[in-house]
């Protein structure tokens, strides 16, 4: 397979700058480029590994990456299609910008590290305004999908002028790296042509881009922190148990996608799980594979086999408490809803109760039916379907 062909196959191009020889460049490689992140957290997520991916992906064919975390623009926030961002504190951005660069160090060891507080926090807002400001035009910028969305709830002169920060990053990139290319999520188009424009007018070269779409649940949420079910790639946040038993599980008409995207598994062998999934799916070959290849990438082989050996005793009936995630919760939660709560298996009483109705927990492999349960154990496993496994210890 060529560059282009790879990422296709795999349903990583979403949309492509046109320039007609972008795709012969994909292909004969040797492009530095660029892709970055904003430090909303101190952790990735898994919707961040696929698009980071893409990293060792355009690697392999020659190109070289650059791995752009926003110490800048993370002070600022990108335009959401619901609301703007909250403002976060200094302090917490470079504590979350060290802990960011930590694991993407770990995990793409050969990346180049840049940080765009480095070059945009000493510049005045006056050299800022002349320099960049007068190269946009407020009627293009108010057209970019995300911002007409937004116009009529109302969006702040700060988020607004978020695309104008991102523009400039790839301006500098290109003037001090020489990236041409700048990859993105679906959501990050508006900016990443406003990038495209801004170099083309300041120094009248081309530049290239693309985005992948992003990664979504079977009923098209996405997977994130602002929607409440991130998979943390810190296996202090999400165990490598409960990121191997949520992909295990993933839909059957996903797991293929999942698998396109999330590993590095030749087409022959993605196309031999595919046909597993259409004549065993009761086998689940197709997710034990997801979910076994991403816990290996991102913990070790070693915690891959754990988590596979205890999801394969815990659904055998040999329950191995002593293997999976514990939470320990304090001894005043002795109701089945407060306890849920209480170890985040739910984020609320009444969506504790609903789940309790609907009879999807378990106790110790018991089904709760009584939603006014009260447990006397100190130590059991506690059990939302198959996603969400855990022990509990109370103290």
């Known amino acids: 397979m060529t560059c282009y062909e790879d990422l296709e196959y795999r349903g990583l191009i979403k949309d492509m700058t046109s320039n007609p020889d972008f795709i012969e460049k994909l292909n004969k490689g040797g492009m530095t480029f660029y892709i970055g992140t904003d430090p909303t957290a101190d952790s990735l997520h898994i919707g961040h590994l696929s698009s980071f991916l893409i990293c060792e992906r355009l690697a392999k064919y020659g190109h070289h990456p650059i791995v752009l975390v926003g110490g800048a623009t993370g ?164 165990t490598p148990y409960q990121m ?26 993605i196309d031999a799980l595919e046909e597993s999934v259409k004549t065993c799916p009761e086998k689940r070959e197709a997710g034990k594979r997801l979910a076994f290849e991403v816990v290996k990438y991102l913990h070790g082989e070693e915690e891959a086999i754990k988590a596979k050996e205890t999801s394969e005793k815990l659904f055998s009936g040999e329950l191995m408490a002593e293997n999976m995630p514990t939470i320990e919760i304090s001894g005043e939660n002795k109701g089945i809803l407060d306890i849920m709560v209480a170890a985040e298996i739910a984020p609320s009483k009444s969506e504790a109760r609903r789940l309790v109705q609907q009879g999807g927990v378990t106790l110790d492999g018991e089904k709760v039916v009584d939603v006014a349960m009260q447990v006397d154990k100190t130590s059991f496993v506690l059990a939302k379907g198959k996603k969400k496994i855990v022990k509990i210890e109370i103290k």
């Open 244 to 269: 191997y038993q949520y992909l295990l599980n993933s839909d059957d008409e996903m797991v293929i996608p999942y698998i396109k995207r999330f590993t590095f598994l030749e087409k022959e062998e």
């Open 75 to 238: 002070l600022i926030g990108d335009p959401r299609e619901t609301k703007e961002r909250d403002e976060s504190q200094k302090e917490v951005i470079a504590k979350n910008v060290q802990g960011l660069k930590n694991q993407l160090a770990k995990y793409f060891p050969d990346c180049e590290m840049v940080n765009n507080l480095d070059w945009t926090e000493g510049i005045t807002l006056i050299d800022f305004l002349r320099d960049v400001g007068k190269f946009f035009n407020v009627s293009y910028m108010i057209n970019k999908d995300i911002i007409k969305r937004r116009l009529d709830e109302g969006i702040s002169y700060c988020e607004f002028s978020y695309q104008l920060l991102q523009a400039y990053d790839f301006l500098w990139l290109y003037k001090n790296k020489n990236c041409v290319m700048e990859v993105a999520g679906q959501d990050q188009w508006g900016n990443i042509t406003s990038g495209v424009e801004l170099i083309k007018k300041v120094l009248g070269k081309e530049a290239y881009a693309f985005t992948m779409p992003l990664v979504t649940t079977k009923s098209g949420v996405k997977f994130g922190k602002s929607e409440g079910n991130a998979l943390w790639l810190d296996k202090e946040k999400t």
